[in-house]
Structure formats: C-alpha cells, structure tokens
C-alpha cells in the first residue's frame, strides 16, 4: 500500500527509535487518511518542484514513539498522520529552498525552520490540517539553555 506516488507505507511509518526500542508505529485508517491528504497536498507539490526524491525522515509517530522521540505530548501533529519531517539529502534542493517555496506556493498548517544555520535549517517540519483549519504559521526551532524553543519568522 502507498501514502501516495511517491511515499510508500513503509516509509511513512519508519523509525528507527521504534525499532531500537520495539514500539509499535501502526497507524489506525484515520491516521493513513490523514497521511495520504498531506502528502498530497505538501510532499507531492513539493517533490514536483525539487525534481527528485525528497528524504522523509519522520511522518507518522504513535504516541509511544512521539514520547520516546521527546515529541511535544499531546499537540503534536505527527500522531494524528498530519506532520511530515523533510530533509535534503540527495541535492536536489536545500532545505531552505523547499521551506521558502512550501510557504510561498502551498496551503499549510504549521512550516518549521528546524535549527541549523540563517542560510539553511536542519530539516523542515511541515503540517497539513486542511485548506479551512490551516494558520499557515511560520516558526523557528532553536535552542535556549538547553530547551527547544519557536519564534515566529
């Protein structure tokens, strides 16, 4: 079963944490819905634009796995399947390109600058609730002794 053309089931549900520890990442059919909405109004724009394969390194979390993972508890998007996680692995596009284009060409939730430099994030977050429910909220992950702190950008 795929999530859509481009992310199979497996690759929506990865975690190595998960398997490390042996928590169960099944996602119930509200979570895969959820799942095949955003990546079809986030991942497969995105990856038309980036030309090539786009690493996903975190989509769906359980609840157990969000917790080992220090997820933010109870909000977070990645336990509902609405959440992905992006990473520039493979050069197509810098993380910061595919961020400054999700948030200019596409509906959104949540768009997060994940750490790393002014030039260019980490890895990006991004949520997809739906085009009414969506904020279209911009943030900035950093830290601040020690604590994962947002600024809004």
């Known amino acids: 079963m795929n999530i859509s053309e481009h ?10 944490t998960a398997k490390r520890k042996s928590i169960d990442n099944t996602p119930n059919p509200n979570h895969v819905e959820n799942m095949k909405v955003t990546a079809e109004k986030i991942f497969e724009p995105l990856r038309k634009f980036v030309g ?3 690493k996903i ?7 157990a796995l969000n917790e080992a993972l220090g997820g933010s508890s109870s909000t977070s998007q990645h336990m509902k399947g609405q959440a992905m996680d992006l990473d520039d692995v493979y050069g197509y596009k ?19 600058w994940e750490f790393g430099t002014d030039m260019n994030p980490n890895w990006i977050h991004v ?16 830290k ?3 604590r994962t702190k947002y600024k809004v950008i």
């Open 144 to 146: 601040d002794e020690g």
């Open 7 to 16: 992310i199979t089931y497996a690759e929506a549900i990865h975690s190595n």
């Open 52 to 54: 090539g394969p786009v």
């Open 94 to 112: 810098s993380n910061a390109e595919m961020y400054h284009w999700i948030k200019e060409n596409l509906s959104f939730d949540q768009l997060i």
């Open 127 to 142: 949520s997809y609730v739906s085009e009414e429910d969506n904020r279209k909220r911009c943030l900035k992950a950093y």
């Open 57 to 63: 390194t975190s989509m769906f979390r359980s609840a």
